[in-house]
């Protein structure tokens, strides 16, 4: 048995990388991702468990089949959960729907999902009525696997602010072996 302690970030990467020395890293939404690997740097008690560092890197011009998919699903068979970053320029990239793909409907790991471009809560629910604003679900059609998938596991929408995504990283609702029913959640504002 795999144990799943890690924390596996999800992000649009553009097909094919930019043909820079920074490859990957030049990329809007692994920003964000480098983000949560800063926290954790800075502060060892910040609950961000990299999957990504639970097996050898790769180049971004490995070989699909042989390396980068067998290293997607080793790291998210060693995860707790997904952390998806979905913001306006999220792309449905080959990884991109292998990982949430694999990661839901073949592992059932809940996913937490940040939204980049909204830092309250306030911009992801309408507070009177306790919604989810029709602007992030359009957000959802980005990545069709994850609007269709998203049924069949706990989501959580939080906006990109440290201290909510410190909350939702130690939210027990949201790890694999102790997860919530299958449904949208988000924090009340």
């Known amino acids: 048995m795999t144990y799943r302690n890690g924390n596996y970030s999800a992000f649009y990467v553009a097909e094919p ?33 990299d999957s990504h560092n639970k097996n050898y890197n790769v180049r971004d011009d490995s070989d699909w089949e042989k390396t980068l998919k067998p290293r997607i699903r080793d790291r998210i068979n060693n995860s707790k959960n997904i952390i998806l970053f979905l913001s306006s320029i999220t792309k449905s990239s ?12 073949s592992c059932g790991l809940p996913v ?7 830092g309250e809560k306030s911009d992801i629910i309408n ?17 069709p696997i994850f609007r269709n998938s998203m049924g069949n596991v706990a989501t959580l929408h939080i906006p990109n602010k440290k201290a909510v995504i410190k909350n939702a990283l130690n939210n ?8 919530k029913d299958p449904g949208e959640y988000f924090y009340k504002c």
Not at 112 to 118: D, G, L, T
């Open 172 to 179: 027990e609702g949201f790890m694999v072996n102790t997860k």
């Open 17 to 49: 990388f930019a043909e820079t020395n920074l490859g990957a890293h030049s990329t809007k939404d692994f920003l964000y991702y480098n983000l949560l690997r800063a926290w954790k740097g800075a502060d060892a008690s910040f609950p961000f468990i």
């Open 112 to 118: 937490i999902v940040v939204y980049p471009e909204y």
């Open 127 to 143: 507070c009177s009525s306790e919604t989810i604003k029709q602007k992030i679900k359009n957000l959802w059609d980005n990545l």
């Open 94 to 105: 080959r990884a991109l729907r292998e990982e949430i793909d694999y990661g839901i409907n």
